[in-house]
Every structure is written in structure tokens, then in C-alpha cells.
């Protein structure tokens, strides 16, 4: 299974990007997709997920400003990130709890990271 990330670079406070991900390999379901992201000198944090069902959970950070979706069929999912701030300047992951065909329990899948740069 592998999390292929692409999207984000540098962009002036105010701009946008779009983060995607596309999960790939001997899948059988995925429950949740989301994102983290992981400023230099903090801890990881969760930034937004969702789930099969179409439930969203954003950081109150982001709220509002950033958007997540996803293709079920095609086992992708978007960040549109609007309003940015330099606060939002991180290294984005993707990550995905889902279950390979063959085995009985989701597991946690990660992306390579993806650098968000906010800056003048």
C-alpha cells in the first residue's frame, strides 16, 4: 500500500494550494483519509480527516478555511487550503486508516511528507 502525496510550495499569506493523495496497492477499504502536518520544533497535529461516510473533522485552526474531500473511487483525497497563513507553514502528510485485502484490522498508512511554505 503507498500514500502517493502531491501539491503544495510556497505561496504569500492570503493564497491557496491544494494538497492531494492518492492511495494505492492491495486495498480493501479505507476507513478515514486525511491530513497532519509537522512545523518545524512542534509535534505532529491533526489538520483534517474524513471518513468513508463523508464525516469531516477539521483542526478549530483550519476551520473554515481549508476544505477536505475525497473520491471513493478512486481512493484520493483533497486539501483546498484558502486564507493561508504563515502559521500553516509545515510539512503536510497524508494519512489513511485502511484495511489490505487478506487481513482482518485496519492499519495507519502514511504518506511522504509534502512542504507547505506561507510566506511574503
Known amino acids: 500500500v503507498q500514500l502517493q502525496a502531491s501539491g503544495g510550495g510556497l505561496v504569500q499569506p492570503g493564497g491557496s494550494l491544494r494538497l492531494s493523495c492518492a492511495a494505492s496497492?492491495?486495498?480493501?477499504?479505507?476507513?478515514?483519509m486525511g491530513w497532519y502536518r509537522q512545523a518545524p520544533g512542534k509535534e505532529r497535529e491533526l489538520v483534517a480527516y474524513?471518513?468513508?461516510?463523508?464525516?469531516?473533522k477539521y483542526v478549530d485552526s483550519v476551520r473554515d478555511r481549508f476544505t477536505i474531500s475525497r473520491d471513493n473511487a478512486k481512493n484520493t483525497v483533497t486539501l483546498q487550503m484558502n486564507s493561508l497563513k504563515a502559521e500553516d507553514t509545515a510539512v503536510y502528510y497524508c494519512?489513511?486508516?485502511?484495511?489490505?485485502?487478506?487481513?482482518?484490522?485496519?492499519?495507519?498508512?502514511w504518506g511522504q511528507g509534502t512542504q507547505v511554505t506561507v510566506s511574503s
Open positions: 474524513i471518513t468513508s461516510g463523508g464525516i469531516r
Open positions: 496497492g492491495n486495498i480493501f477499504s479505507i476507513n478515514r
Open positions: 494519512n489513511g486508516n485502511l484495511r489490505q485485502r487478506g487481513t482482518v484490522a485496519a492499519q495507519e498508512y
